[in-house]
């Protein structure tokens, strides 16, 4: 396994009152994503545990690229990866934002 940590700068901060979402399944090819409001306003911690090792620099350009997109600010994102790719990842990302985004019921 490598873990990978990132802890980024974000323009904007998460919308919503909830805590916390989850999204996704880990599985081959799929990933789990945990998003938590647990940093800073104007920052995003991103934590990633993947059995692909050597692609750092892969999730490095989709972690700014989301983060630079999306409302991500004060963020704490745990992801647990099965071996998806870039693009299941940025869909990953925007359900969980939607998600954290949306009223408790």
């Known amino acids: 396994m ?3 940590n990132f802890r980024l700068s974000a323009p904007t901060r998460a919308g919503g009152t909830r805590m916390q979402a989850i999204v996704g399944v880990v599985a081959s090819g799929n990933l789990e994503v945990l ?3 647990a940093s800073p306003a104007d920052t995003c911690m991103i934590d990633i545990t993947t059995a692909a090792h050597g692609f750092g620099a892969v999730w490095d350009a989709v972690v700014r690229d989301f983060v630079a997109r999306r409302p991500a600010g004060g963020l704490r994102i745990s992801i ?4 998806a790719r870039p693009d299941t990842v940025a869909l990953r990302l925007a359900q969980g934002i939607r998600k954290i985004e949306e009223p408790e019921r």
């Open 2 to 4: 490598e873990t990978l």
């Open 35 to 37: 998003l938590e409001r």
């Open 80 to 83: 647990n990866d099965g071996g």
